[in-house]
C-alpha cells in the first residue's frame, strides 16, 4: 500500500508501469525517486533535493524524475538549476513542458534576455491546459514586463472573473490598471484587496497613494478614516495631514486630538495641531501652542515660521517681523537653502497682510533657489504684482518665471501670465490658456476657468466648464465654478440646483453651504434656510472670513442688527481687507445710525473694490448728504 501511494505522488507524466509484487526490490532509482517524493510532500527540501540528485545520477535517463527534480527548482526560486536538468531531455510532455515554461518566466523576471521564450513557452503550455492558474499568472507577468500591459491586463481580468476572491489577482489587477492610465478601474480593484486579506496593508498603501496622486487627498483620507483603530495613531496622522491637504482642517483638527488624547507627548501630533489652528484661524490658540514647543526647540525653522504668522495674523507685526529678522540672520547666508526659501515666503506673506507689496516683492527676490521655492512663490509674486497693478511689469515677471521651474508651478505662472496680458485688454490674451484648458488633467483645467473666473469673464467660464464636465463628469470643483459662473450670468435656479447636487453628496461641503446660503440671504429669499446653511458652514470653518460676513449679512436681512455688526465686525478682522466684507459692515452701522464710521468703510470698499459699488457709493452720497 505504501508503494502505491509513493508511486501515486510520482507527480504528472510518471509512468511507472505494473507496480512490483510483495517481496520484490524496487529499481534503486525508483527507490531514491519515491524516498525524495515524500521528503518533498514533507516540506524537507533539502534532502528531498539530495536524492533526486541521487536518483538521477542512478538512472538518467528516467525523463519523470527529472521533471519532478526540476519542478521542485522552478518552486525553490532555482530556475537556471531547473532548466539545466530538463536541457537533456528532446520531447517533454505537458508537464514537463510547463516545468520549463514556469522556469524560463522565472528567469524573465530578472533579466529581459528571457521574456520572448518564455512568453513562448507560456502560451504552448496554456494551449495543453488553458485553465492553470499558475501558467496564466506567470503569463502575465511577463507580459507585464515586455510592456504588453494591455494583454497583461486581459489575461488578469479573465483569470479574475473566476477567481473573484483572490487579492493577490486584485492588487495585480489594480497595479496594471494603474499603469494603463484606467485609475478610476485601479482604485476599485485596490478597494476590494484593501478590505481584507493577507496583502490588506500593500493594497491600502497604494489606493492611498494613488487616491493623492490623483489629486483626492479627501478621498485618502476618508479610506483611512474607515480602516483607524484606536491603537493606529501614526495613521491618524497620515489621515489628518490629507484631510489638511484636502481643506479640511476642522477633520484633520479631530483626528489630530483624537491622537493626542492617547499621545499628549507626540511631538509630531503637537506640531501639526498648531499648524492646523493656524489654517482654521485659530491664531491665539496656535501662538501660545507654538509659543510652548518653541521654548522647547529655539531653533526650529518651521516653528519659528509659524509663530511668526500667527503672530501677523493677531495684529503683531512688529513681533512677527522680529522673529523673521532673528531667523534670516541665521539662515540668510545660503539663500538657496530651504530654511531660506521658506524664510522669504513667509516674510512676503507677512508683507502682503501687512499693505507693503513691494517690501513683499523684495524678499521674494532674495530667493535663490526658484525651483525649490515652485508654486508658493509664483503665487505670491503675482499676488505683489496684482496689489500694485502693475500688469505688464507682472506679465515680464511670470515670463522670466516659466523657464525657471516645473510642473505645476509652471502652468502657473502661464495662468497668471494670461491674466495679466487680460487685464490689459490684448485680445489674444486667452489663447495662452488653451494648453491648460484642453489638458486631460483636471487640476489644469481648473487653474485655467480660475483665471477667467478672476477677471470676470463669466460666459467663457460657462462654456470652458460644461466642456471640461464632459471629459471629468461629476468633479465637484469643476461644478462649483459652472455654479458660479451660471449665478453671475443671472442663472439662478440653475446654479441653486447645482449647488444643492454637490451638498446631497456631501453635506459638508462649506463652499457650497455659503455660497448658496449668501446668494439666498442677498436676494432675500428662503432665509431661514440661508441661516442654517451659513450657520453650518461657520461651523465647519468658524474663522472664515467670506462665512463670517455671510452670517452677519442674513442676520442684517432677519432685520437681527446688533448680531449683524458683530459677525461682521468679526469678519473685518479675521480676513485680509476685503471690499465687499466693508461694504456690508458699512450698511449695518448706517442701519443703527453710526454714520460716521458708516461712509469710512463704505468709501474703504469702494477704493477695494465690491459688490454691487453703485449701490454703495448711492449710500454713501446719501449718508454725506445727510438724507
Not at 485659530?282 to 509663530?307: F, H, I, Q
Not at 466642456?467 to 435656479?493: C, I, Q
Not at 463652499?511 to 434656510?529: F, K, P, T
Not at 462665512?547 to 480676513?575: N, P, T, Y
Request: net charge neutral; hydrophobic share 45%; charged share 25%.
Amino acid at each position: 500500500m505504501a508503494i502505491l501511494l509513493a508511486l501515486s505522488m510520482a507527480g504528472p507524466g510518471f509512468a511507472a508501469g505494473a507496480p512490483p509484487t510483495r517481496g520484490e526490490a524496487l529499481p534503486q532509482g525508483l527507490d531514491l525517486f519515491i524516498k525524495a517524493r515524500l521528503a518533498e510532500v514533507g516540506g524537507d527540501y533539502k534532502q528531498a533535493l539530495d536524492l533526486y540528485k541521487q536518483a538521477l545520477k542512478q538512472d538518467p535517463d528516467r525523463t519523470e524524475v527529472r521533471v519532478s527534480y526540476a519542478s521542485l527548482l522552478v518552486d525553490l526560486g532555482l530556475a537556471s538549476q531547473a532548466l539545466d536538468v530538463l536541457a537533456p531531455v528532446k520531447n517533454l510532455d505537458w508537464y514537463g513542458e510547463r516545468t520549463r515554461a514556469l522556469a524560463l518566466a522565472q528567469l524573465a523576471r530578472r533579466t529581459t534576455d528571457d521574456q520572448a521564450a518564455a512568453e513562448k513557452a507560456l502560451k504552448a503550455a496554456l494551449e495543453g491546459r488553458p485553465s492553470d492558474l499558475t501558467v496564466q499568472v506567470s503569463l502575465a507577468q511577463v507580459l507585464e514586463n515586455e510592456g504588453k500591459l494591455a494583454e497583461a491586463e486581459q489575461v488578469v481580468a479573465d483569470l479574475q472573473s473566476k477567481r473573484s476572491g483572490s487579492p493577490q489577482l486584485a492588487l495585480m489587477h489594480a497595479d496594471l490598471l494603474r499603469r494603463l492610465g484606467r485609475s478610476q478601474e485601479a482604485v476599485a480593484q485596490y478597494g476590494r484587496c484593501a478590505a481584507a486579506g493577507p496583502l490588506v496593508s500593500t493594497c491600502r498603501e497604494r489606493l492611498v497613494d494613488l487616491l493623492v496622486q490623483l489629486g483626492r487627498p479627501l478621498e485618502a483620507a476618508d479610506a483611512i478614516s474607515g480602516w483607524l483603530t484606536d491603537e493606529d495613531l501614526d495613521m491618524a496622522l497620515e489621515a489628518a495631514q490629507l484631510y489638511a491637504r484636502g481643506n479640511q482642517p476642522d477633520k484633520a483638527l479631530a483626528l489630530v486630538r483624537r491622537v493626542l488624547a492617547r499621545a499628549p507627548d507626540s511631538p509630531r501630533a503637537q506640531r501639526l495641531e498648531a499648524a492646523l489652528l493656524n489654517t482654521l484661524g485659530r491664531y491665539d490658540e496656535a501662538a501660545a501652542k507654538l509659543g510652548t514647543l518653541l521654548r522647547k526647540n529655539p531653533d526650529d525653522v518651521d516653528l519659528t515660521l509659524s509663530l511668526a504668522w500667527a503672530d501677523a495674523r493677531r495684529g503683531h507685526l512688529d513681533r512677527a517681523r522680529q522673529l523673521i529678522d532673528r531667523l534670516w540672520k541665521e539662515v540668510g547666508d545660503d539663500t538657496s537653502s530651504k530654511a531660506a526659501v521658506q524664510t522669504c515666503l513667509t516674510a512676503a506673506r507677512i508683507e502682503l497682510i501687512a499693505g507693503r507689496p513691494a517690501v513683499a516683492r523684495d524678499w521674494l527676490g532674495r530667493i535663490t533657489n526658484v525651483a525649490g521655492a515652485g508654486s508658493d512663490l509664483v503665487r505670491l509674486l503675482a499676488v505683489t504684482y496684482r496689489r500694485t497693478q502693475e500688469w505688464k511689469d507682472g506679465v515680464g515677471a511670470m515670463l522670466r518665471l516659466q523657464p525657471r521651474v516645473q510642473g505645476r508651478a509652471r502652468d502657473e505662472a502661464v495662468a497668471f501670465e494670461a491674466e495679466f496680458r487680460m487685464r490689459l485688454g490684448e485680445p489674444d490674451a486667452v489663447s495662452r490658456l488653451q494648453r491648460l484648458l484642453s489638458s486631460d488633467d483636471v487640476q489644469r483645467v481648473l487653474l485655467a476657468v480660475q483665471v477667467l473666473q478672476t477677471v470676470e469673464r463669466w460666459p467663457d467660464v460657462e462654456r470652458e466648464t460644461v466642456s471640461a464636465l464632459k471629459r471629468f463628469p461629476g468633479n465637484r470643483d469643476l461644478m462649483f465654478v459652472h455654479a458660479t459662473a451660471l449665478e453671475r450670468l443671472g442663472k439662478s435656479a440653475e446654479c441653486e440646483d447645482i449647488l444643492q447636487q454637490i451638498l446631497a453628496k456631501n453635506p459638508d461641503d462649506a463652499d457650497a453651504a455659503n455660497y448658496l446660503g449668501y446668494m439666498w440671504a442677498d436676494a432675500g429669499q428662503h432665509l431661514q434656510e440661508a441661516m442654517k446653511l451659513i450657520s453650518h458652514a461657520v461651523e465647519l470653518r468658524p474663522d472664515t472670513s467670506a462665512f463670517l460676513d455671510s452670517l452677519g449679512w442674513v442676520h442684517f436681512k432677519l432685520g437681527h442688527l446688533e448680531e449683524a455688526e458683530r459677525w461682521l465686525r468679526r469678519a473685518a478682522v479675521v480676513g485680509p481687507p476685503d471690499g465687499t466684507v466693508l461694504a456690508h459692515l458699512g450698511e449695518v452701522l448706517a442701519a443703527t445710525g453710526q454714520t460716521d464710521e458708516a461712509r469710512r468703510y463704505l468709501q474703504r470698499a469702494l477704493d477695494l473694490g465690491c459688490e454691487h459699488p453703485e449701490k454703495v457709493r448711492q449710500l454713501s452720497d446719501r449718508l454725506a448728504s445727510g438724507r
